[in-house]
């Protein structure tokens, strides 16, 4: 038997004529909280549906268990939860009623549902709400519930497909930190096109764009990778140009204006106590200073260039 939870190859997935994945690949055999980041359209959903045999792909393999989700649906479907982008709830029906019918899906033994029940609302935190009307519940509290109904059959892999979206500031914090505690448990793959949120949450990150995997590796690698290269400072009695980019470290420097500078570095390390000092000890008058990080949009462009050189 493989010991791989997810194992993906070459999946490729089209919508009549325009390809909207292509040869994705991807094996997850530990667990923890693994983040799927790509822009809108990407083929996040596209491949998550697959994933969890919603979607039949065009080609590829995808494999829960070391079960083919083509050949035996039922095996493989068994180890996932999946709460899609648009969450699956029964708004006429109280969280419980809705918790109890959901165990009676996932054929849990009749003897055990009232405690699976029990025991997906004590992890959600939604046991004190277990006799409300979904309807009746917060954006926050409705993930929650489809959270809840995600991990009531105990699977190996859980699957989120953009949890946060939509959610308040708060509700975003409490969702994040209850994926985190499912993550202790299970394999979670949740998605999102915001990287401050994969930041947050995840400990791998995988990045699509364009229907195309262009990094997959831990969230210190990609931190790392997306180290500043460059700063802006105001001096308000700057030196001569010659001077800033004589200094040890510096690349380049670009004038912003006669008193705004953009340097460019080779090494973090370092470079903008340095920078600070010198400015005390030459009169510079420095009154601002700041770290420039790339935005989503110039990373996916790095990425892909790379992907494709
Ligand atoms: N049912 C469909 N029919 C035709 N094209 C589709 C269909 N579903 C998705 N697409 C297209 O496939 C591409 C990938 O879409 P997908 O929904 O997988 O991306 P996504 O990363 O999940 O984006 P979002 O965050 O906006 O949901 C997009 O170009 C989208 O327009």
Redesign the pocket.
């Known amino acids: 038997m493989e010991n791989n939870i997810v194992k993906i190859n070459n999946l490729s997935h089209r ?2 004529a325009s390809w ?1 994945i292509e040869d994705i690949n991807l094996e997850i055999s530990e667990l923890g909280v693994f983040g799927l980041l ?1 822009s ?7 491949t998550m549906n697959i994933m969890c045999g919603v979607l039949n792909q065009t080609r590829g393999l995808v494999k829960i268990g070391g079960y083919n989700m083509q050949d035996d649906p039922i095996s493989a479907k068994k180890l996932i939860g999946f709460l899609p ?1 648009n969450a699956p709830l029964h708004m006429e029906l109280t969280v419980h009623e809705y918790l109890t019918q959901c165990a009676h899906l996932r054929l849990i033994d009749k003897k055990d549902v009232p405690s699976s029940v029990d025991k997906a609302m004590a992890k959600c935190g939604v046991a004190h709400f277990r006799n409300r009307l979904i309807s009746n519940l917060s954006g926050g509290y409705k993930q929650r519930v489809g959270i809840a109904q995600a991990i009531i059959h105990e699977p190996k892999l859980v699957v989120l497909d ?1 949890p946060t979206n939509g959610l308040d500031p708060n509700q975003i914090f409490e969702v994040r930190k209850l994926i985190r505690e499912v993550g202790e448990e299970k394999c979670v793959i949740f998605s999102s ?1 915001i990287l401050s949120e994969i930041q947050a949450t995840c400990s791998q990150i995988k990045m699509i764009d364009n229907g195309k995997m262009v990094f997959s590796d831990t969230m210190d690698a990609f931190n790392n990778y997306i180290q500043p290269d460059s700063l802006v400072m105001t001096l308000l009695n700057p030196p001569a140009i010659s001077t800033l980019q004589n200094f040890d470290g510096v690349q380049s420097v670009v004038a912003i204006s006669s008193t705004r500078f953009r340097i460019h570095f080779a090494d973090v390390q370092s470079i903008t106590e340095r920078l600070i000092r010198a400015s005390v000890e030459y009169g510079w008058r420095m009154s601002e200073i700041s770290l420039e990080k790339s935005s989503l949009d110039q990373i996916f462009a790095q990425l892909s260039n790379q992907k494709s050189s």
């Open positions: 919508y009549g909207a790509g809108n359209g990407a083929g996040k959903s596209t982008q953009e096109h």
